[in-house]
């Protein structure tokens, strides 16, 4: 029976065995069970992170990078890295489910965007340091992701768009600001471990009118490839060091049960609920971080300043001509 099977059908399957074959080598021989116990909030806290960010497109780094940097106070640059080595389980897991369910994603852009922002994440990690301190750093992204979840859920909240997906054409011009904007995101994400899968996201939706329901599939397999590519180069930079090991020996048995749930989940149920629990997700975020920093006045300035800009960015990119964006 099982032979009868096409073997796509069951790479979900073989792709969560080698994990754990790999988890128990990791756990037993370099971690210990220990570290295990040691990070136990993370792995409850990697059940919802892999799960919502899977479901939607900010990924599980949206989770895991303030768990890490402000409950167990690790710099953000180690943060980073780990977001990046659990999401290359978490997210290729749920690109798998992706595949093995043959849900429509944009192959023609996913091609483009994962060139152009891992160039911009080699830029970065080699020549261009996070600008910002940590707590500074969630500020700014928490008020990005709340302007970006707002803003697509205003835009869509009356239009109805057909769930296809045809060859996209680009001309000169548009490729370029395509690529300008992918770049861009990859070095975002050579700070925090995640914001490509975002930044990719908006453009379908904004610029290639692309549904959500293609949109956060394409998303999600730009972020595992992001991730497995970005991984591979910091073990061979020496970037990934014992306290990574331990927090991945906590989080890759749930990420990879989580994620491709979160992403099955969410397409099932469609367009709406993709955009009401991404805007569930950005404001929760953001009366955390609120709450957490704005009694600095330097903070909530901050805070207006991005979802200013923000919102300015996002609409420049939805008033680009959609007219060849088929």
Request: aromatic share 14%.
């Amino acid at each position: 029976m099982f032979l009868q099977r096409p073997l796509y059908k069951d790479a979900l399957h073989l792709f969560r065995f080698f994990c754990l074959i790999l988890w128990l080598l990791l756990t037993v021989y370099i971690t210990g069970l220990a570290g295990i116990a040691e990070n136990y909030i993370l792995s409850f806290a990697m059940m919802a992170g892999a799960f919502v960010g899977s479901a939607t497109p900010v990924g599980g780094g949206v989770v895991a990078f303030p768990v890490l940097t402000f409950i167990k106070q690790i710099p953000a640059k180690e943060a980073a890295v780990f977001c990046l080595a659990m999401q290359s389980f978490g997210m290729s897991a749920s690109s798998l489910a992706i595949f093995t369910h043959k849900l429509p994603v944009d192959k023609f852009l996913i091609t483009w965007c994962v060139i152009t922002s891992f160039l911009g994440y080699l830029l970065a990690l080699f020549y261009i340091p996070n600008p910002f301190s940590s707590a500074g750093l969630k500020v700014f992204f928490s008020s990005f992701w709340l302007a970006f979840g707002a803003a697509i859920f205003l835009v869509r909240r009356k239009q109805t768009i057909r769930r296809t997906v045809a060859l996209t054409r680009v001309n000169g011009w548009r490729l370029l600001s395509f690529i300008a904007i992918c770049f861009a995101g990859g070095i975002v994400t050579s700070w925090i471990g995640n914001g490509i899968d975002v930044v990719f996201f908006c453009v379908l939706i904004l610029m290639f009118s692309r549904t959500e329901s293609v949109a956060t599939p394409s998303a999600v397999i730009v972020m595992a490839l992001i991730s497995l590519l970005a991984t591979v180069l910091n073990i061979s930079a020496g970037n990934v060091n014992m306290q990574t090991l331990t927090y991945l020996s906590a989080t890759i048995p749930v990420v990879i049960i989580f994620a491709p749930l979160g992403i099955l989940f969410s397409v099932r149920h469609g367009d709406a609920f993709i955009r009401k629990l991404l805007l569930a997700l950005v404001i929760i975020q953001y009366l955390f971080t609120a709450v957490a920093f704005f009694r600095q006045l330097d903070y909530l300035l901050l805070s207006m300043l991005v979802i200013a800009l923000s919102f300015i960015l996002l609409f420049a990119i939805g008033c680009i001509d959609k007219r060849k964006a088929v």
